[in-house]
């Protein structure tokens, strides 16, 4: 059993995705997104594999939760730079958002 202590070393925070892009060089279906964190963290890239869910135009200004105290992680020519979040649902991949928008780099825990 995971203990709370490993839950809070996990740094999951609320980002806003400021931009989109569909990427082509990913082995599986993937959009790249920039977030914006707030101050504290600023600006992050990360890889999504959302596309059977989600379009582009509907990920702009979306608030959703990331994990920001991972590794980098290379994914072809991409720096990923955040793990953002989400929920394996019957036909894609649901991102995790707060219910009601929130102070960006705002904490889960």
């Given at each position: 059993m995971a203990e709370f202590e490993d839950f809070m070393k996990l740094d999951i925070r609320v980002g806003k995705i400021i931009r989109a892009e569909n990427f082509d060089k990913a082995n599986d279906p993937a959009y790249k997104l920039w977030l914006d964190f707030g101050e504290e963290i600023g600006k992050k890239k990360s890889s999504?594999?959302?596309?059977d869910l989600y379009k582009i135009e509907d990920l702009l200004e979306?608030?959703?939760?990331?994990?920001?105290?991972?590794p980098q992680k290379q994914i072809a020519d991409f720096m990923s730079e955040v793990l953002v979040l989400g929920v394996y649902g019957q036909e894609g991949v649901v991102l995790i958002e707060p219910e009601q928008r929130v102070k960006l780099g705002s904490r889960l825990g």
């Open positions: 999504a594999q959302i596309t979306k608030q959703v939760l990331a994990v920001v105290n991972f």
